[in-house]
């Protein structure tokens, strides 16, 4: 915090926020199913519920889809690409910008600032537990995409709506359970609105804000954090009033340039640092495995790993769901095998690129790299001394596409609870938001955003368990049609003109 915002009312509002709000919350969202006593001096390691939920429900969709981020991915690909599009389809936005809107939820500052915290807390070996996260992950956001496919409807605006919300209420009603369904619908538009409002929003401000400090401190001028936030704020506004649509049509030119400069630069630093990979990738593993510290210790690097890449790529939360039933198709299933592209993405490659240059750069164990995206920052200049600077605009626009995709996840639960004539109140709260997260303490702020987001799983993940064995009919009867071609390519469809007239 600077020293114009460090002080009077924004300094007790702060202290407010992480007494009043943060500190309860956490004691009720992350209680301890389980705990290690490190003993001899060592840390003790707490388990919160809420990994444990969402490993076993990833590892229980995965085994019950059989391996369908497997057998799916190449399907998923070509649907993203169009090539099983028709036009008429029923929805909002294509398969491309839908998984571009998602995506711009999940890529962001997670993928820059959170791995340096996984790492620079649990050591390399969380980079590992983050990839066997996005593997399973890549199954909850098929299953829990598929089902916001097949229980959207449209509002009253005409706009398409579905996700959680929907599918816990009227999914579970069909299945003999309306009040657990209804209460389930509640309690996830609930954390999803106060995900928005955290994870979705003030982690992003705040973490963009402390790049673009570091960066104009060296410029030689102090940038004021509620001039930021204020300016974000209005960058955002002018996006979000346009609905899925512009939010769609600006995700699919912002994340492919983003992504794409971020691997760029991670992929020449490899280059530079080709001979360190093989070293890296040793000390990631035996990290990982390690028992130096105990068991607990142990347990405490695969917990680190597991929180970071659930909180990046959001699978089981439920929220991607929510976008994706805005897509074009009268295929669920398809739509659920675009989804699962996402953790693959966002997790598989864009996490692990960030943990690879941190490890083979030596960020990790250097005192003077810092935390968090101060750590990503230094690791990137040592090999690009400009890179600072490069990173404050990525960051900044990571953050930005991260926010437009998560105002509309809490716009559609809001207007669940509340109808859509209150949308305007929920927007406006948002930008509110958007304001304070650069302003407020970078630690509440996280623990926040982890809270919320990762707390929809457990609604969430109750539905799509017992939802199970709808997905589980819905696939089996997709991939016997596809098999039969009952789906042709859109490069099949198209007829000469020979074959196309009749003859005579």
């Known amino acids: 915090m600077d020293a114009g915002a460090g002080s009077g009312w924004l300094d007790r509002l702060d202290a407010a926020f992480h007494q009043f709000v943060v500190a309860p919350l956490e004691s009720v969202i992350f209680f301890d199913v389980a705990f290690w006593d490190g003993g001899g001096g060592a840390p003790d390691v707490q388990v919160p519920l809420v990994v444990f939920w969402l490993i076993a429900s990833a590892v229980f969709f995965t085994l019950r889809f059989r391996f369908i981020n497997f057998r799916g991915f ?3 690909l070509d649907c993203v690409l169009g090539r099983y599009s028709r036009p008429g389809d029923s929805g909002d936005i294509s398969h491309f910008q839908a998984l571009s809107a998602a995506l711009s939820g999940t890529v962001g500052l997670g993928n820059i600032a959170g791995v340096a915290v996984a790492i620079g807390i649990g050591g390399p070996g969380a980079t590992l537990w983050m990839l066997v996260a996005g593997f399973l992950g890549m199954t909850s956001k098929f299953a829990e995409v598929t089902l916001g496919q097949m229980y ?11 996700g959680p919300m929907h599918y816990l209420r009227d999914g579970l009603a069909e299945l003999g359970f309306p009040r657990i369904g209804r209460g389930l619908s509640l309690l996830f538009a609930l954390m999803c609105i106060g995900g928005s409002f955290g994870g979705g929003n003030m982690f992003q401000a705040n973490q963009s804000y402390e790049q673009m400090a570091l960066v104009s401190g060296l410029l030689g001028f102090r940038l004021d ?23 769609g049509r600006v995700a699919s030119a912002l994340v492919p340039a983003m992504c794409g400069l971020y691997l760029l630069c991670g992929g020449w630093i490899l280059l530079v640092h080709a001979a360190a990979i093989p070293a890296a990738l040793g000390t990631i593993v035996g990290s990982a495995f390690s028992l130096e510290a105990g068991l607990g210790g142990a347990v405490g690097v695969l917990i680190q790993g597991f929180r970071r890449a659930l909180f990046s790529n959001e699978a089981g939360c439920g929220s991607s769901a929510i976008v994706h039933s805005a897509a074009r ?23 692990h690129m960030t943990a690879l240059v941190v490890v083979v750069t030596g960020a990790w164990n250097e005192p003077a790299a810092g935390r968090g995206i101060a750590m990503t920052s230094w690791a990137f200049a040592t090999v690009f001394p400009w890179f600072p600077y490069l990173l404050s605009v990525a960051a900044f626009l990571f953050a930005f596409s991260t926010m437009i995709s998560w105002s509309y996840y809490g716009e559609q639960c809001w207007a669940h609870l509340f109808g859509t004539r209150s949308i305007l109140a929920y927007q406006l709260l948002f930008l509110l938001f958007t304001c304070l997260g650069a302003v407020f303490d970078a630690a509440a702020v ?24 709808r997905i589980r009919e819905q696939l089996d009867a997709y991939l016997v049609r596809l098999r039969a071609g009952a789906f042709p390519r859109r490069d099949e469809l198209v007829a000469t003109p020979r074959e196309s007239v009749s003859p005579a």
């Open 74 to 76: 190449r399907h998923g």
């Open 446 to 469: 996280m623990d926040f955003g982890d809270m919320m987001i990762l707390g929809m799983a457990f609604p969430n993940l109750v539905g799509v368990l017992l939802l199970s064995g």
């Open 225 to 247: 954090s509620l001039v930021f936030g204020a300016a974000l704020a209005l960058l955002v506004g002018l996006v979000i009033v346009g609905g899925v649509r512009r939010i």
């Open 329 to 351: 198709t009268e295929e669920p299933v398809r739509e659920g095998l675009v989804a699962l592209l996402e953790p693959f993405i966002d997790t598989l490659i864009v996490c």
């Open 152 to 162: 959207r409807r449209q509002r009253g605006d005409g706009r398409i709506s579905g």
